[in-house]
C-alpha cells in the first residue's frame, strides 16, 4: 500500500503547473508542460513524435507485442480516438476557457479559435494565479526575472511577455513616463530595452531576453503608474517574438533562485541605504517608492546599481 500511494504522489500536478499534452492523451504516464503548449518549438514533443516514428517502422518490419515503453501512437492519435465531446482544446486543458472540445483534429495553426485566442492573449495580460512575498517584494510565480528587475514569462505560441518586477518598479518608483520599443524593434538581453521617465529623471532598463517587439501595452502611453500597481498584469511592458529563448531563460532566475536572489538584493538594498531609507533589519515591509526617499543623485546611484546599467 505505501509503495502504491507514493507512485500516486509522484503523478500529482503541481500548483501552477500543467500536463503535457501526452500525459493528458494517456501516452505516457507522467510529463509536465514546461514549454507553454507551444508544441512546435518543443523539444520534448520533437523527441516523442521522432520515437513514434521509428517504433511504427519497426513494427511494421517486424510486429512484435507492445511493451510499456513502446510508443506507437502520438498524442493527437490518442486523443482523436476519444468521442468528439471529450477531444479537450488545448486551451481548456491549460485553464483559459472553461469548456472547449477540439473540432479541428489539433492543428492549431489553421484553427479559427486558436487565432483568436492568440489575439486576445496578446492584448490582455494573463492572471497570476499565485504570488509569494520575499523580504517585502512580489513575486509572480512561472516567471523568469533578470539580474536587472525586468520579468519574462512565455506564452501560448511560444511568444514572450515583458514587465518591470516589483523590486524594480518600487526602485524607480511612481512613473510619469515610460519609452517602449517600437512594434518590429529588435531587444536583446543583457542590453536597454526601454527607459523611463520621473521628475527630469531618466533610467534605463535591460530587456531579460532577446526577440523582436510583436505587440506593446499602449495603456501605459496615458497610465505609465500602471507598472507601479500592477507589475505582473496590467503593467506589462511589451510582447517579443524570441530568437534565443531556450538560451536566454539560463541566464534567469527561476522559483526557488528567483526568490533567493530577491532577497540578496534587498539585504544589497539596506547594506547600501543605511538610514537614507526606511527599512526594516529585520527584513520588514520594503519601501513603495525608492525614488521618493532620495535626492537625484542618490537615486541614479541606485538605480545603476540595481538595474545594472
Known amino acids: ?15 501552477g503547473k500543467k500536463k503535457c499534452v501526452w500525459m493528458e492523451a494517456g501516452v505516457v504516464s507522467y510529463k509536465l508542460c514546461d514549454n507553454n503548449y507551444d508544441c512546435s518549438t518543443c523539444v ?3 523527441g516523442m513524435q521522432l520515437k513514434v516514428a ?4 519497426a513494427s511494421l518490419a517486424a510486429p512484435v507485442e507492445t511493451s510499456a515503453d513502446k510508443f506507437t501512437e502520438t498524442w493527437v492519435e490518442k486523443m482523436m480516438q476519444l ?16 469548456r472547449k472540445t477540439c473540432p479541428n483534429a489539433y492543428e492549431c495553426g489553421s484553427c479559427s479559435f486558436d487565432q483568436m485566442m492568440q489575439e486576445r492573449l496578446q492584448a490582455e495580460p494573463l492572471p497570476v494565479h499565485a504570488r509569494s512575498q520575499v523580504a517585502g517584494f512580489e513575486l509572480a510565480e512561472d516567471t523568469y ?10 506564452e501560448y505560441g511560444g511568444r514572450v511577455r515583458i514587465g518591470l518586477d516589483d523590486f524594480g518598479q518600487k526602485l524607480l518608483g511612481r512613473l510619469k513616463r515610460i519609452e517602449i520599443p517600437n512594434i518590429g524593434h529588435e531587444v536583446k538581453q543583457g542590453e536597454v530595452g526601454f527607459q523611463v521617465r520621473r521628475n527630469g529623471e531618466v533610467a534605463q532598463v535591460l530587456s531579460p531576453v532577446d526577440g523582436v ?3 506593446v501595452n499602449d495603456q501605459l502611453l496615458d497610465h505609465p503608474e500602471l507598472v507601479n500597481e500592477s507589475p505582473y498584469e496590467k503593467g506589462w511592458l511589451f510582447i517579443i517574438e524570441p530568437t534565443k529563448l531556450r538560451k536566454n531563460l539560463k541566464g534567469l532566475y527561476f522559483g526557488e533562485d528567483a526568490e533567493k536572489y530577491i532577497g540578496e538584493e534587498r539585504d544589497r538594498l539596506f547594506s547600501m541605504a543605511h538610514d537614507d531609507l526606511r527599512l526594516a533589519a529585520d527584513g520588514g515591509d520594503s519601501v513603495d517608492d525608492i525614488f521618493g526617499e532620495l535626492d537625484g543623485e542618490n537615486w541614479a546611484k541606485f538605480v545603476k546599481t540595481f538595474l545594472r546599467t
Open 54 to 57: 521509428r517504433q511504427k517502422e
Open 44 to 46: 520534448y514533443d520533437q
Open 1 to 15: 500500500m505505501a509503495i502504491k500511494t507514493k507512485k500516486e504522489s509522484m503523478k500529482i500536478v503541481p500548483p
Open 83 to 98: 468521442p468528439a465531446s471529450q477531444r479537450k482544446c488545448r486551451y481548456m486543458i491549460t485553464g483559459e476557457v472553461m
Open 145 to 154: 526575472y533578470h539580474e536587472g528587475h525586468t520579468w519574462a514569462k512565455p
Open 213 to 215: 517587439v510583436a505587440h
